[in-house]
């Protein structure tokens, strides 16, 4: 597996370090888990299951992958996506048909780039744009709550990454734009010229930028107020991009916020500063027309990046969710891809009441090898983590996980931080990618005090999770399960299940878990038997829904270590 860059990862004999290092809290030596491998097996939804020749299935990046955007540089193109506070962060996705997708990178891998602090799961970083320009790419972002507005630049776009050029501008969503003459401005979301006359009252700004100074211009140009009509008072204009194609610039952007209101629209101009004129038919995406009860709902489209293939055709990336309920779903806003028609000289991704199709016509591209996104076990035999793990927030001088050198197994310190923390817990997770999926490792743990917990956690927000995994209890070892579906309840969850653990199961057990939809099904044995133990069915699962982190994230699912004393 491929590595994270430049990151010196701790070896084996950290890891003996790490377990006969003290805690303070306790006194005690920090116990450590070693799980040998991670299984995942999702099922994709029928609809999107029954392809034809020549067409693909969405989404083609399933599971949190939030606010994409994309670039083609010969025939290779590149996306980025948010990620909030997990890390690494902003992954790295390389793709020559614009369906199959592998990812190559995190321009955002090295503690020393940025620090995403004590800060929730959907602060940090939010809504990347990649552009290419020169020999040069180039990533704009916003990290809220650590930093603000920068961009950083790589030779390749799998890595390194330079560290963050801070750049002195409000607002979010920023774009690079470079025109033909050379000029290059960020187009961006911030406050109105104004006092705002109501809630989600924004406005979409463009600004010079000296590229090789890293300097912004003095100066900023409104593009719009509001959005495409003013009097019905639109919310959240947001996620700008600029196009130049023929002799006029068009500028699209999302509108409406990002829950089922979410569209996309689009203006244009014959200069880049405009004036900017909103397109005959808005928005140019958009689900929230659609009557509810209809099969394979799509909901939340919208911040949406063009590209144009090398034939002339057009092409949209987009974010979208694939709700089991109302607005719920456990795999967060997901990217799409849909050609983008044009007429009388404006694109059009959807025709009003379109319904987001489960499958479509391929692009008239070479097939490419992906990453296999259904299924994937990790045994943890590479010297380095594969690029699509994350933790929370900056790792900083905390070597609380390591991989074995001598046979494959990933371990973690069990240290008093809570899964609901805004600390880093020892926790590294993938994306759940689908309604249908199931989660499996083996982990063998020896608890040392009441609280002492390891096994498997499913994490949308520091405020909702659920966990499985061996526990030390008041009364004795026990498979527990524990929850939090709220900031009402305990940083480390409070326990809903449990199965007491007889004394002679000293080794390895093996969790499973299966989550479909709202429900989740947990099971358990000693690694080696024969037969799965049930320790609950038909637990509910919508707490991870993406409702309840304010429909920013997804869920991760993956290893945890913890301990008594967890601090909140």
Known sequence: MPGWRNIAWPTSALVLALATAP???????????????????????????????????????PGFQPDPSVVRVGDDYYLVNSTFSWFPGLPVYHSRDLVHWRQIGNAIDRPGQLTIGKVGVTRGLFAPAISHHGDRFYIVNTCIDCGGNFIITADDPAGPWSDPHWLDFGGIDPSLFVDNDGRAWIAYNDAPPGPPEYDGHRALWIQQIDLAAMKMA????????????????????????????GRFYYLTAAEGGTADRHSQTIYRAETVTGPYVAGPRNPILTQRDLPEGRAWPVQATGHADFVELVDGSWWAVFLATRPYAGQQTNLGREIFLLPVAWKDGWPEILPPGAAVPPTARRPALPAFAGDSLDDWRDEFDDSRLALDWMMLRTLRGRNWWSLSDQRGALHLTARPVAAGSLDQPSFVGKRLRHHD????????????????????????????????????LADGDAIVVRRRAGDGEPADGVV?????????????????????????????????????????????????????????????????????????
């Open 218 to 245: 003095a100066t900023r140009t409104l593009l719009v107020d509001k959005g495409v009509v003013a009097a019905d008072k639109p919310v959240w204009a947001e996620g700008p991009h600029i196009y130049k194609v």
């Open 437 to 472: 999926a199931v989660i499996e490792t083996s982990v063998a743990f020896a608890p040392q005090a009441v609280g002492d917990r390891a096994g498997l956690l499913a994490l949308t927000d520091e405020n909702h999770f659920l966990f499985l995994g061996r526990e030390r």
């Open 23 to 61: 805690v303070a809290a306790q006194g005690a030596a920090a116990p450590v888990a070693r799980f040998d491998y991670v299984a995942y097996s999702g099922t994709p939804d029928a609809e999107s299951s029954a392809l034809k020749p020549g067409e693909f299935a969405n989404p083609v990046l």
């Open 496 to 568: 809903t299940g449990r199965v007491a653990l007889a004394d002679k199961v000293p080794g390895a057990i093996d969790l499973q878990v299966r989550i479909r939809r709202d429900k989740a099904d947990l099971r358990w044995r000693v690694h080696g038997a024969a037969d799965w133990q049930q320790l609950a069915t038909g637990v509910d699962a919508s707490i991870l829904a993406t409702v309840g982190a304010g429909l920013f994230t997804g869920a991760v699912i993956g290893p945890h270590a913890a301990r008594a004393d967890a601090a909140p």
